[in-house]
C-alpha cells in the first residue's frame, strides 16, 4: 500500500521532494524510501531523481497509472467498486481513493463519478462501518491471534470465538462461536475484550454453516 501512496504522493506534489522529506511523511527510513523508489522503477513508473545539492525526487507528471495497466472497463469497474466502497466502509470513504485516482485523471474518474450519482443512488439503512473502530480492533486482535473475547451485549456478558465479519442487509456483523455458531450485529455490542483463552473445536465457515446459525 505504501508503494501506491508514494506514487499518489508524488504525482500530487507540485515540485521536487527530498527522500529526507518522503521519509518523514511515510514514516520510514531513507534507505526504506530509496527501496521503494528502486522498486517504482523497476516496475516501470518513470521516477526522476535530482543529485546534488537542490536535488529532489518526482514523477513524471505526464504518467498516468491507469492507463499504464487498466483497460477502460477495468477503470471502470475499480472507481465504481470504490464507490460502493465508500458507501458502506468508513475506512475506505476517508482513505479517498477516489480523490487520488481523480488526481491522475480528472476527467475520465469525475465523467464515471457523475454518472454513478445519477444512476447508482445508494440508501442503506445503517452507517458506514468502521474496521478501525475501537471495537473492531479489538475483535481484530482477537481474529489474528485465535482468542476468545468477552462482548457485552444489552447489559449481559457473553464469552465467543469471533471467526469472520458477514455484511448483511442489517449492517455489519460478527460470526462467532460460543458451542453454537451466532451471527451477532456489531451495533448490538456495547463492549469488547480480549481474553487469553484459545478455543481447539473444529470451526465451520460461514459460507458452510448459513442454515445452522442463530442471528442475535
Do not use: W
Amino acid at each position: 500500500m505504501r508503494l501506491l501512496d508514494l506514487i499518489f504522493y508524488l504525482l500530487k506534489c507540485s515540485s521536487k521532494v527530498t527522500i529526507k522529506e518522503l521519509a518523514k511523511t511515510f514514516n520510514v527510513s531513507t534507505k526504506t524510501i530509496q527501496r521503494d523508489l528502486d522498486k517504482l522503477s523497476i516496475l516501470g513508473i518513470p521516477i526522476i531523481i535530482y543529485r546534488g545539492k537542490d536535488g529532489g525526487v518526482e514523477i513524471d507528471k505526464n504518467y498516468i497509472i491507469a492507463k499504464q495497466v487498466l483497460k477502460q472497463s477495468d477503470y471502470c469497474a475499480l472507481i465504481t467498486s470504490l464507490y460502493i466502497g465508500e458507501h458502506l466502509s468508513e475506512s475506505i470513504h476517508e482513505a479517498s481513493l477516489i480523490d487520488k485516482f481523480r488526481l491522475m485523471d480528472p476527467n475520465k474518474c469525475s465523467d464515471i463519478i457523475n454518472h454513478l450519482q445519477k444512476h447508482l443512488i445508494i440508501d442503506l439503512p445503517y452507517p458506514n462501518f468502521d474496521l478501525e473502530s475501537e471495537l473492531c480492533q479489538t475483535i481484530n486482535q482477537a481474529l489474528d491471534n485465535q482468542v476468545l473475547i468477552e462482548l457485552k451485549i444489552n447489559h449481559e456478558m457473553m464469552e465467543v470465538l469471533p471467526i469472520s465479519y458477514v455484511l448483511k442487509p442489517e449492517g455489519l456483523c460478527l460470526y462467532c462461536y460460543t458451542g453454537e455458531y451466532l451471527l451477532i450485529q456489531l451495533a448490538q455490542i456495547c463492549e469488547a475484550n480480549l481474553s487469553s483463552k484459545v478455543c481447539t473445536d473444529i470451526i465451520i465457515d460461514y459460507n458452510d454453516n448459513k442454515e445452522k446459525i442463530k442471528f442475535i
